[in-house]
């Protein structure tokens, strides 16, 4: 089968190769993978930003259909239409995964990075990773809940957000349209989508698309004032930082109310964040990170997804076939591609 491979260590060393089609083992299923995502993480195993182990298959966003059962699977059947955790290799018995957290095991290797992914016509995966997806959600919107599933992860499950939150995400990539979506979702009242300079076409302009109240430039507008100005001097409920970028998460606490919350999304790229600790104090700000994907987060988005309130394949700017990957790549990069699907 024709697969992206991340071949060695180092920048670059992506390469369309002819690859064997894995057999399922024991409680594993082989999916035929219909429509599989390109995120940031890709990119960054590319830039050999990001831990992996060549050669691997890139790809964790996707979903498929159940073509083979492995031995003794229980709950599935062939031509059942799914969706993936992304948490294989969990050890099972550290105190994360026994408490319901195998997303963050010291453990994991997750399809795309410590095992082989979904950037090719097969992928095996543990039966008891999968989710359902409803006959009505087509493959191209369901290869985007794994991102949607992270976005509810973070502003339902970790930042705990309630209806009527005046709310303010940074950054506007796919990941930040998601949590301003699920945000929405949720019962926010108003949601302030900021970015930079090179957000200002596809990005900004999709935000206004996506409808939401307030879409701005932090180059031309002071964004804390604004935020101020729309609170009437009490600030925001709770702050997102979807960027990474540390000015950004320097500048969340001023804009928040007092008793508020920040949630960090955004990976820094190993950089350090000059953070104004006391303000956070003298505000008693809650923070939160959140790493991954739990099992409800997946359940809760599906459900949001199905029932309209959370339109997660509106992120999608462009669909593909597999051997335009290297486009697909150049055109995130530049910000001229929000999601990107690819079609093994």
Not at 135 to 146: G, Q, R, S, Y
Not at 147 to 176: K, L, Q
Not at 221 to 229: F, H, I, K, Q, R
């Amino acid at each position: 089968m024709l697969a992206l491979v991340k071949t060695q260590k180092g920048k670059g060393f992506l390469e369309l190769m002819d690859m064997p089609e894995p057999k399922p083992g024991k409680g594993e299923v082989l999916l035929e993978i219909k429509a599989t995502g390109i995120c940031g993480t890709d990119l960054h195993v590319r830039e050999d930003q990001f831990p992996y182990w060549p050669p691997v298959i890139l790809g964790h966003e996707f979903a498929g259909e159940i073509v083979e059962l492995g031995p003794d699977c229980k709950y599935y059947k062939l031509g059942d239409r799914v969706v993936g955790e992304p948490h294989t290799k969990a050890c099972g018995q550290c105190y994360l995964c026994r408490t319901g957290n195998p997303q963050i095991c010291m453990d994991k290797r997750s399809p795309g990075w410590g095992i082989h992914g979904s950037f090719c016509k097969y992928l095996v995966m543990p039966e008891h990773l999968l989710h359902k997806i409803p006959d009505n959600m087509d493959f191209d919107t369901a290869a985007v809940l794994e991102p949607t599933a992270n976005a509810v992860h973070n502003v339902i499950e970790r930042a705990g957000i309630v209806a009527g939150d005046f709310v303010v995400v940074i950054g506007p990539g796919p990941i930040g349209l998601l949590c301003g979506l699920t945000a929405e979702a949720a019962g926010a009242r108003h949601v302030v989508m900021a970015g930079a300079p090179p957000d200002e076409g596809m990005r900004l302009e999709k935000a206004k698309a996506l409808g939401f109240e307030s879409v701005v430039n932090v180059a031309k507008v002071d964004l804390t004032e604004m935020v101020m100005d729309l609170t009437n001097g009490v600030g925001a409920d709770l702050v997102i930082d979807c960027s990474g970028a540390p000015r950004a998460i320097a500048g969340m606490p001023a804009m928040a109310r007092k008793k508020g919350k920040l949630q960090a999304v955004g990976l820094t790229g190993g950089r350090n964040v000059d953070f104004p600790w006391n303000t956070c104090s003298t505000k008693s700000l809650d923070i939160s990170f959140g790493m991954s994907t739990s099992y409800t987060s997946w359940n809760r988005a599906i459900a949001l997804v199905a029932k309209g309130l959370l339109p997660a394949g509106e992120v999608i700017s462009h669909r593909m076939p597999l051997t335009e990957w290297e486009t697909a790549f150049e055109e995130i990069a530049a910000c001229r591609a929000l999601k990107v699907i690819l079609h093994p």
